[in-house]
Nanobody, 124 residues
């Protein structure tokens, strides 16, 4: 059974940093693209960052470029999202996702598996 379990979300002040983790299990994810999406209250789930299989190319939403970094361990059994210079508008539930496809990585429909999410709240 495939599982993606996010952790690391918490309350943080504006300008602070946070690292989210996503532990993947149930199959080999070395050929999967991994991504982070987020959903704020009353808004659609939106793309944040993605990384191609094998720790390859990375992609970021314009709103987080230069502040967030996605990475994986060697498995990849775990995918990380390092967030810095956090803003109140970064407040959301952050979801980890995995996809077998190699393209259209910014689109929700590309992803085959999703975690349950972890809450990030940035206070002003």
């Amino acid at each position: 059974q495939v599982q993606l379990v996010e952790s690391g979300g918490r309350l943080v002040q504006t300008g602070g940093s946070l690292r989210l983790s996503c532990a993947a299990s149930g199959r080999t994810f070395s050929n999967y693209a991994m991504a982070w999406f987020r959903q704020a209250p009353g808004k659609e789930r939106e793309f944040v960052a993605a990384i191609r299989s094998g720790g390859g190319s990375t992609y970021y939403a314009d709103s987080v470029k230069g502040r967030f970094t996605i990475s994986t361990d060697n498995g990849p059994n775990t995918v990380y999202l390092q967030m810095s210079s956090l803003k109140p508008e970064d407040t959301a539930v952050y979801y980890c996702a995995a996809a077998q496809r190699r393209y259209y990585l910014t689109q929700r429909s590309t992803y085959d598996y999703w975690g349950q999410g972890t809450q990030v709240t940035v206070s002003s």
